[in-house]
């Protein structure tokens, strides 16, 4: 618990320099082209275009799923993982990527994930603005289940904090987890409901269950329950206990992990 409380201390005592640097990856990842930051919208848009012609036109029929048009089902959740997915992809590189940073300077390293994490929130944000006008093209209204909007992001937030820190320790223990853990979230692109209703494919009940289990399914779906109007997350007590102590452990390991080897970082690299 020591541990957890060291890592967390760090990432509120450098708020500011987190934000700042997270401004700069911006801008650095961007500034040789010629759109610069509007890529941040435009590559994701042109993604969900091509979903949605595949997945939404083709495949489903452009069917309503749970009586919501395909287009604003798809949005709801797609948007949160393409944060999710660059999220843990780029933290889990962090530290491995800003060595040289380390190994010059005093530096407080459990922040470089996070720093990642807040920098995709320039992407996010604009996402969102994007969802929710399309939400009022449909004709849907706030309601109070949009409040849940919060709590579903503080949720997501959190779990991108403690399997970043994880990630990017082992990534630099084992370099070719990086590419394993991009392996890995090809798959479950498509087994945590961006694009997928797992209750409307014809899967054993049992496959199901076990689905659901998986945090980013916790996660998309919960953001679906609130803009779609369809449930509080107290009715899913049971997936929302089993998401937090999923949370718990991933801190748990990854701040122990991260504590015993950051001061060897530069001699795993």
């Keep these: 618990m020591k541990e957890i409380i060291e890592v967390i201390k760090e990432q509120f005592s450098h708020v500011g ?29 042109i993604q969900i275009g091509i979903y949605y012609l595949i997945f939404g036109v083709g495949v489903n029929g452009n069917n309503k799923i749970d009586g919501v048009p395909f287009l604003v089902w798809m949005l709801t959740g797609i948007i949160a993982w393409f944060y999710i997915n660059s999220s843990v992809l780029g933290a889990s590189n962090s530290i491995h990527r800003q060595v040289g940073m380390v190994a010059k300077m005093k530096f407080p390293v459990s922040i470089l994930p996070t720093i990642n994490i807040v920098s995709n929130l320039s992407s996010y944000i604009p996402m969102m603005g994007i969802l929710l006008l399309v939400l009022f093209s449909y004709g849907m209204s706030p309601t109070i289940y949009w409040l849940q909007f919060f709590y579903y992001f503080i949720c997501m937030f959190v779990f991108l904090f403690a399997y970043g820190i994880l990630n990017a320790t082992i990534t630099v223990l084992v370099r070719d987890y990086h590419i394993f853990l991009q392996s890995v979230f090809r798959l479950l692109f498509y087994v945590s409901g961006p694009i997928w209703d797992i209750n409307n494919r014809n899967l054993p009940d049992k496959l199901v269950n076990v689905l659901k289990l998986n945090p980013f399914y916790y996660i998309i779906e919960g953001f679906r329950d609130a803009f779609l109007s369809r449930g509080w997350f107290w ?10 102590c999923m949370v718990l452990i991933l801190l748990i390991l990854g ?13 795993y690299v």
Excluded: C
């Design 255 to 267: 701040s122990h992990l991260h504590m015993k080897f950051r001061a060897r970082f530069v001699d």
């Design 17 to 45: 320099m987190i934000y700042r640097m997270s401004r700069y990856e911006d801008k650095a990842t961007y500034q040789s082209h010629y759109l610069g930051l509007a890529w941040q919208i435009l590559n994701p848009a």
């Design 235 to 244: 009715e899913k007590g049971t997936y929302g206990l089993i998401f937090w």
